[in-house]
């Protein structure tokens, strides 16, 4: 060990609801002779909350008086960062050389004695990256010289300006490690350097990718700067820069792709030092978390529950009723009723009555569940009255999603189409539908996604078929033979109407494959119960006639996809439904999509073959050790 070895300032910079992810991350990066100082957005209450609770059991853990609602390249990450660096110096009773900024996307690649090791034998340095390309180009690229301005959580773009004069403009990555005398140096300095620099980045797209390069560049600790920000970063530029930020700010802007297991050799190349990686999403793939997380500590014990599962928090009762949409709080109400029914049927025994259950109220807190890297549903926490006793109990009930794609049987001679899928929040960079379960409400607007094996070059067409057999839409794609993912959001008129949904893929009009999704009717509007005079809005089906400004109606009997009188005349029928009987109409078409594959309670129970939630492998209150914060070891660590 080094003499006199250093000592980090952690700064995590979280958002989201990823709370078990950085509790990982937090374990692994633990030390007791270290200080974690953690920023929680403003906007993301669950995950602060969360925070607060495990901060308050170390000593060497505190989490930010103030929060700030830190968009992608907005002014306020650079406030947030200078901020803390203010409060860690005004800090008197932590005494520490190093500033480390972090994200709940990252994790460690070698372990924290390494990290001490390193730093203690360059003390004097700050290690950040630069771009490494032309000047005039990176200023070009990251819109230095354009006047940008921080309101209602966008970056406005304002105009044109000039870059100060006399003065070197750098910049690269945001994440840095900077030693305790430049931190000083650009928190308390009144020099000009760093007061107009504050004052020009305030304005600027991205200003903590360039303000610590460039303050550092021009000031009495240039010769400082290393290369090298200790990082490996996942940039595929190919997949990771379709201007994905539009909606916040006025520029187009890029982001790294999640590690996946294939890159794992990558974590052990040593051409340069490097210590964290970015960026890891235990939702997308924590396979490849676990695996550096076994690198760096050894395997857990044979045995250990809960290993390849991972749990994410979707909504939590002190968050708000506001804080879902309508079309998930009746899918979530309808999910509760389906535990129930399965209580009912499955749990009591010899003809007790002892398992009859009546729900009340809103959910308590909805999870979504993965099994090794697989979309497992959603986990829901609801009350329900024991009739047996009058009691209330708490349940959490697991709703598993049905499979809904199947090849065309007899199978076609076409084998290139590997499956198909219909949702929304389509993330092209990682290939998968944010909006996990494809919850969908007539209001939504869904896009279908097509996944390829190579082959020829083929033309397929897409053929959208509404509930009662009305064809919405219909297109062809050419599917080159490189093409792995294809993906369209047919401009439909809303609302589409409720009830079970075909997507039909077709070759020379011969069908290849098929898979449903689900148009749930809402039995909420803006949080409330629905009224009748608001139903025929949102249960009527298209506004105007037809789903397209053409009509496919002539294709019904080419594809043999007949329009029955009578269901039309059903749904219209449907249509009107409130209270109990729309209700029954929800759970009827969920159960097509959705199966209630087990519910335990969370305390005592009068159903006396209820399982406790604890004792199950799935439930969220079942144990995961791996996320799980306990006592610090004799070590110092708590992995």
Partial sequence: MATNPVRIAFVLVVHGRASRQLQRMFKAIYHKDHFFYIHCDKRSNYLHRQVVQFASQYPNVR???????????????????????????????????????????????????????????????????????????????????????????????????????????????????????????????NDDLVTNMKRFYSYTLLPAESFFHTVLENSPYCDTMVDNNLRITNWNRKLGCKCQYKHIVDWCGCSPNDFKPSDFHRFQQTARPTFFARKFEAAVNQEIIGQLDYYLYGNYPSGTPGLRSYWENLYDEPDGIHSISDVMLTMFHSFSRMGLKRA???????????????????????????????????????????????????????????????????????????????????????RIFRNFGGIMGPMDEPTTMQKWGKGPNITVTVVWIDPVNVIAATYDILIESTAEFTHYKPPLNLPLRPG?????????????????????????????????????????????????????????????????????????????????????????????????????????????????????????LSPDPKSELGLIKPDGRLR
């Fill in 63 to 189: 989490v930010t008086p103030w929060r700030m609602a830190t968009i992608w390249g907005g002014a306020s990450l650079l406030s947030t960062y200078l901020q803390s660096m203010r409060d860690l110096l005004e800090m008197s009773d932590w005494s520490w050389d190093f500033f480390i900024n972090l994200s709940a996307a990252d994790y460690p690649v070698r372990t924290n004695d390494q990290l001490v090791a390193f730093l203690s034998r360059y003390r004097d340095m700050n290690f950040l990256k630069s771009h490494g390309r032309d000047n005039a180009r990176f200023i070009r690229k990251q819109g230095l010289d354009r006047l940008f301005l921080e309101c209602d959580t966008h970056m406005w773009r304002l105009g044109d300006r000039k870059i100060p004069e006399g003065i070197t403009v750098d910049g690269g990555s945001d994440w840095f490690l900077l030693n305790r005398k430049f931190v000083e140096y650009v928190t308390f300095s």
């Fill in 344 to 430: 009912e049927a499955s749990l009591h025994t010899d003809g007790e009555n002892s398992c009859r259950y009546y729900p009340m109220g809103h959910p308590v807190s909805v999870h979504l569940y993965f099994l090794a890297d697989r979309f497992q549903g959603f986990l829901i926490k609801h009350h329900a009255t024991n009739l047996a006793v009058s009691k209330l109990e708490t349940l959490e009930t697991w709703v598993m999603p049905k499979k809904v794609f199947k090849i065309a049987n007899p199978t076609s001679d076409f084998g290139r189409l590997q499956f198909s899928e219909a949702g929304t929040e389509w993330d092209a960079k990682e």
């Fill in 500 to 620: 079970i949904w075909t997507i039909r893929v077709l070759h020379h009009w011969v069908p290849v494959a098929e898979t449903r999704f689900l148009i749930s009717p809402l039995t909420f509007s803006n949080r409330q119960p629905i009224k009748s005079d608001e139903v025929g809005k949102f249960h009527g089906g298209p506004s105007k006639k037809a789903y397209m400004e053409q009509s496919f109606q002539g294709l019904n009997p080419v594809l043999n996809i007949p329009i029955n009188s009578m269901q039309v005349e059903q749904a219209k029928k449907n249509a009107a439904l409130v209270g109990s009987k729309l209700e029954s109409w929800v759970d009827s078409l969920a159960s097509n999509i959705w199966s209630a594959v087990d519910i335990c309670t969370t305390g005592p129970s009068s159903c006396p073959v209820m399982q406790s939630c604890s004792q199950t492998a799935w439930s969220s």
